[in-house]
C-alpha cells in the first residue's frame, strides 16, 4: 500500500480551512457505510502510475452550476440551490453554502456526503469530494471523465450535477442523494439473493433506458453492476460512476430495410399491381422499413476497464471493444438480479476471466415450474451474452433491438418512470408529490441533523478536517489497512490503449 502525506496551507480565499495531513492510499479504500462488503469493486490494469505530488500553495475556487435552463428547474433541488446564489454576493455556489450532514461512502476516487443547502432542508443532495493531490495521473483522467460526462446529462435515471466546486486541490461534484442504497445491497435482502422476475424486468428496463440515453450521447458506461445502480427515493433507478466511461462520436445512422409482409388476409394465386404472390400462394407486398439508429455502434477502446464478473470476452482480448460490452454487462446484470450470482464466475477472478474467454454458451439452473417470464428472461441473457459482439442482440441497432423481446413485452417505454416500483423486501418506495400526469416525482428526504455534525463543526471541522477525522465518529467508516475495500482494484490497460 502506498501512503503519501501532504501538507497543505490554509489559504484565505478558501470556503473551509483546508489545512490537514491527508493521508492517500493508492488501492486501499475504506469500505462504504451504504455499500454491502460483498460488492465489488471496478478494475483497472495499471500500476505504479502515481503522479508525483506537489503541495498547492494557492486555492482557487471555481463554482459552476448546471445551466438554469434545465428542464427540472422547478424541483427543490435547484430552487434550493437558487435561492442560495442568489444570496450570494457574487452570485455563485461556493461550499460554504452547504452543510454536510452524514458521510455515505467511500470510492476509488473520493468520499461522498450527504449534505442540504444552509437555511433550506427541503432538498438534498451527494456531494462527491474528491481530493486531486492524493491521486494518480490514470485517476485523476477519470475524475475529469467523470466530471465531463455528468455535466452532459439530463435523465430520469441518472445524476444530475447540480454544481461542480473546484477548491483548491478538491473536486466537489454535487448531485443527485439516493437514500435506498444500491441494487447490490437490496439483492443480498432478497430470499436466495433472487429479485422476482418481474421486478427484474422494472430494474432492467429502467437500466436500458439509462444505456440507451448514454449510448446516444456517445457514452460508453463500461461499469454496469448492481453496486452502481443507487435507488432513488421513489424506487426508481439512479446509475452512478461515470469515471471508466469512455466517449465516442455519435455518428447517427439510417438502417434501411426492404421486407417483405404478407398481406392482409391474402391468399390467392396472381399478383396485384400493389403485391406479388410468393411460391406459397402468399400474397406479399415489399416494405421499406427505416429507423434511426442513434447509438456509437462504431466507437471503440482498447483499454480493459469493468468489474471481472461483469466483462465482455472482447475487452479481455484488447482488441477494441465498443457499447456492446454494455450488453454484454447487461446480460449478465439481468442473470444476477434472476439467480443472485453471476454467470462466469469462478473461484478466483482469473478463473472468472477464463470461464468468461472460454466458455461458449451461457448455462442456467431451470427450475420446475417456472413461467412464461423466466423462459424469457433467459432468452435474453442468451441473446446478450453471445460473444461475438456482431452477433449480440443491441450491437446493430442499440437498446431498440433489446426493448422488443418478449421479456419487455407490456412496457410502455415512454411512460416507464412513471412506473410504480416492485414492492420487494428491502425497498421502501416514497411516493413523491402527484403531478399533475400522475407520475411520480422525486422528491429529496430531510434527514435529520446528526449529532457528529455538531461534533465536526465544534472540532473547528471545515472540509479538510471531516476528511482527516474519518475515524472519529462511530457512523465513519473508518480507512484502515485491515478493510480493504475488496482489495480487487486493478486497471487493465493493454497497451495500445484507444
Ligand atoms: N448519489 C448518491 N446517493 C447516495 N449514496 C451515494 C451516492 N453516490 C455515492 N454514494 C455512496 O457512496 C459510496 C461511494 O461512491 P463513489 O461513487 O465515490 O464510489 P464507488 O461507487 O465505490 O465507485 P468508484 O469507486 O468506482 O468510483 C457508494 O458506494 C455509495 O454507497
Same mark, same amino acid.
Given at each position: 500500500?502506498?501512503?503519501?502525506?501532504?501538507?497543505?496551507?490554509?489559504?484565505?480565499?478558501?470556503?473551509?480551512?483546508?489545512?490537514?495531513?491527508?493521508?492517500?492510499?493508492?488501492?486501499?479504500?475504506?469500505?462504504?457505510?451504504? +455499500?454491502?462488503?460483498?460488492?465489488?469493486?471496478?478494475?483497472?490494469?495499471?500500476?505504479?502510475?502515481?503522479?508525483?505530488?506537489?503541495?498547492?500553495?494557492?486555492?482557487?475556487?471555481?463554482?459552476?452550476?448546471?445551466?438554469?435552463?434545465?428542464?427540472?428547474?422547478?424541483?427543490?433541488?435547484? @430552487?434550493?440551490?437558487?435561492?442560495?446564489?442568489?444570496?450570494?454576493?457574487?452570485?455563485?455556489?461556493?461550499?460554504?453554502?452547504?452543510?454536510?450532514?452524514?458521510?455515505?461512502?467511500?470510492?476509488?476516487?473520493?468520499?461522498?456526503?450527504?449534505?442540504?443547502?444552509?437555511?433550506? =432542508?427541503?432538498?438534498?443532495?451527494?456531494?462527491?469530494?474528491?481530493?486531486?493531490?492524493?491521486?494518480?495521473?490514470?485517476?485523476?483522467?477519470? &475524475?475529469?471523465?467523470?466530471?465531463?460526462?455528468?455535466?452532459?446529462?439530463?435523465?430520469?435515471?441518472?445524476?444530475?450535477?447540480?454544481?461542480?466546486?473546484?477548491?483548491?486541490?478538491?473536486?466537489?461534484?454535487?448531485?443527485?442523494?439516493?437514500?435506498?442504497?444500491?441494487?447490490?445491497?437490496?439483492?443480498?435482502?432478497?430470499?436466495?439473493?433472487?429479485?422476482?422476475?418481474?421486478?427484474?424486468?422494472?430494474?432492467?428496463?429502467?437500466?436500458?433506458?439509462?444505456?440507451?440515453?448514454?449510448?446516444?450521447?456517445?457514452?460508453?458506461?463500461?461499469?454496469?453492476?448492481?453496486?452502481?445502480?443507487?435507488?432513488?427515493?421513489?424506487?426508481?433507478?439512479?446509475?452512478?460512476?461515470?469515471?471508466?466511461?469512455?466517449?465516442?462520436?455519435?455518428?447517427?445512422?439510417?438502417?434501411?430495410?426492404?421486407?417483405?409482409?404478407?398481406?392482409? %388476409?391474402?391468399?390467392?394465386?396472381?399478383?396485384?399491381?400493389?403485391?406479388?404472390?410468393?411460391?406459397?400462394?402468399?400474397?406479399?407486398?415489399?416494405?421499406?422499413?427505416?429507423?434511426? &439508429?442513434?447509438?456509437?455502434?462504431?466507437? #471503440?477502446?482498447?483499454?480493459?476497464?469493468?468489474?471481472?464478473?461483469?466483462?465482455?470476452?472482447?475487452?479481455?482480448?484488447?482488441?477494441?471493444?465498443? $457499447?456492446?460490452?454494455?450488453?454484454?454487462?447487461?446480460?449478465?446484470?439481468?442473470?444476477?438480479?434472476?439467480?443472485?450470482?453471476?454467470?462466469?464466475? %469462478? /473461484?478466483?477472478?482469473?478463473?472468472?476471466? +477464463?470461464?468468461?474467454? =472460454?466458455?461458449?454458451?451461457?448455462?442456467?439452473?431451470?427450475?420446475?415450474?417456472?413461467?412464461?417470464?423466466?423462459?424469457?428472461?433467459?432468452?435474453?441473457?442468451?441473446?446478450?451474452?453471445?460473444?461475438?459482439?456482431?452477433?449480440?442482440? %443491441?450491437?446493430?441497432? /442499440?437498446?431498440?433491438?433489446?426493448?422488443?423481446?418478449?421479456?419487455?413485452?407490456?412496457?410502455?417505454?415512454?411512460?416507464?418512470?412513471?412506473?410504480?416500483?416492485?414492492?420487494?423486501?428491502?425497498? &421502501?418506495?416514497?411516493?413523491?408529490?402527484?403531478?399533475? =400526469?400522475?407520475?411520480?416525482? /422525486?422528491?429529496?428526504?430531510?434527514?435529520?441533523?446528526?449529532?457528529?455534525?455538531?461534533?465536526?463543526?465544534?472540532?473547528?471541522?471545515?472540509?479538510?478536517?471531516?476528511?482527516?477525522?474519518? /475515524?472519529? =465518529?462511530?457512523?465513519?467508516?473508518?480507512? @484502515? $489497512? #485491515?478493510?480493504?475495500?475488496?482489495?480487487?482494484?486493478?486497471?487493465?490497460?493493454?497497451?495500445?490503449?484507444?
Amino acid at each position: 500500500m502506498d501512503v503519501e502525506e501532504t501538507q497543505l496551507h490554509r489559504c484565505p480565499s478558501a470556503d473551509l480551512d483546508f489545512s490537514f495531513n491527508s493521508t492517500a492510499t493508492d488501492r486501499t479504500f475504506a469500505s462504504s457505510s451504504a +455499500r454491502s462488503s460483498l460488492a465489488r469493486s471496478s478494475l483497472t490494469l495499471s500500476f505504479n502510475d502515481r503522479l508525483s505530488t506537489t503541495s498547492s500553495t494557492t486555492t482557487t475556487t471555481t463554482t459552476t452550476i448546471k445551466n438554469s435552463l434545465h428542464h427540472r428547474k422547478c424541483d427543490p433541488h435547484w @430552487s434550493a440551490i437558487k435561492t442560495a446564489t442568489n444570496l450570494s454576493t457574487d452570485g455563485k455556489l461556493h461550499l460554504r453554502h452547504l452543510k454536510l450532514l452524514r458521510h455515505l461512502g467511500t470510492g476509488n476516487l473520493g468520499r461522498v456526503f450527504l449534505c442540504q443547502l444552509r437555511d433550506c =432542508s427541503d432538498a438534498s443532495f451527494a456531494l462527491k469530494v474528491i481530493d486531486k493531490d492524493s491521486l494518480t495521473k490514470k485517476k485523476l483522467s477519470h &475524475v475529469q471523465m467523470e466530471g465531463e460526462i455528468l455535466s452532459m446529462l439530463d435523465h430520469p435515471f441518472l445524476p444530475t450535477l447540480y454544481a461542480h466546486l473546484e477548491v483548491s486541490h478538491y473536486s466537489c461534484l454535487l448531485i443527485d442523494y439516493c437514500p435506498n442504497g444500491d441494487l447490490h445491497s437490496l439483492l443480498r435482502k432478497q430470499p436466495g439473493n433472487r429479485l422476482p422476475v418481474q421486478a427484474v424486468k422494472f430494474f432492467a428496463a429502467e437500466v436500458l433506458v439509462a444505456l440507451e440515453y448514454l449510448h446516444a450521447l456517445g457514452v460508453v458506461y463500461r461499469d454496469l453492476k448492481p453496486e452502481n445502480i443507487l435507488l432513488r427515493e421513489d424506487g426508481h433507478i439512479m446509475l452512478s460512476d461515470f469515471d471508466l466511461c469512455f466517449k465516442a462520436d455519435v455518428v447517427p445512422t439510417f438502417d434501411r430495410r426492404v421486407q417483405k409482409k404478407r398481406m392482409a %388476409g391474402s391468399m390467392r394465386k396472381g399478383g396485384n399491381c400493389f403485391g406479388a404472390v410468393n411460391r406459397r400462394g402468399v400474397e406479399e407486398e415489399e416494405v421499406v422499413e427505416e429507423e434511426f &439508429v442513434a447509438e456509437p455502434t462504431a466507437a #471503440s477502446s482498447r483499454s480493459c476497464v469493468g468489474t471481472h464478473e461483469y466483462l465482455a470476452p472482447e475487452l479481455l482480448s484488447g482488441n477494441g471493444h465498443g $457499447n456492446g460490452v454494455d450488453w454484454w454487462a447487461f446480460g449478465v446484470l439481468v442473470y444476477e438480479l434472476l439467480y443472485g450470482t453471476t454467470p462466469f464466475k %469462478g /473461484g478466483s477472478k482469473e478463473s472468472t476471466l +477464463r470461464n468468461i474467454a =472460454s466458455s461458449k454458451h451461457v448455462t442456467f439452473h431451470v427450475m420446475e415450474g417456472e413461467g412464461k417470464a423466466m423462459e424469457e428472461a433467459r432468452d435474453l441473457v442468451k441473446k446478450l451474452l453471445v460473444k461475438n459482439p456482431g452477433q449480440r442482440l %443491441g450491437c446493430t441497432k /442499440g437498446a431498440t433491438d433489446i426493448k422488443r423481446h418478449p421479456f419487455f413485452d407490456g412496457i410502455n417505454w415512454p411512460l416507464i418512470r412513471n412506473y410504480k416500483p416492485p414492492e420487494v423486501r428491502g425497498l &421502501v418506495a416514497k411516493k413523491g408529490r402527484s403531478h399533475p =400526469s400522475g407520475r411520480l416525482q /422525486g422528491g429529496a428526504s430531510s434527514p435529520r441533523r446528526k449529532s457528529w455534525w455538531r461534533l465536526w463543526k465544534k472540532g473547528g471541522g471545515g472540509l479538510g478536517s471531516l476528511l482527516r477525522n474519518k /475515524g472519529s =465518529s462511530p457512523r465513519y467508516c473508518s480507512l @484502515s $489497512n #485491515s478493510q480493504h475495500y475488496n482489495g480487487n482494484y486493478h486497471h487493465y490497460t493493454i497497451r495500445k490503449s484507444a
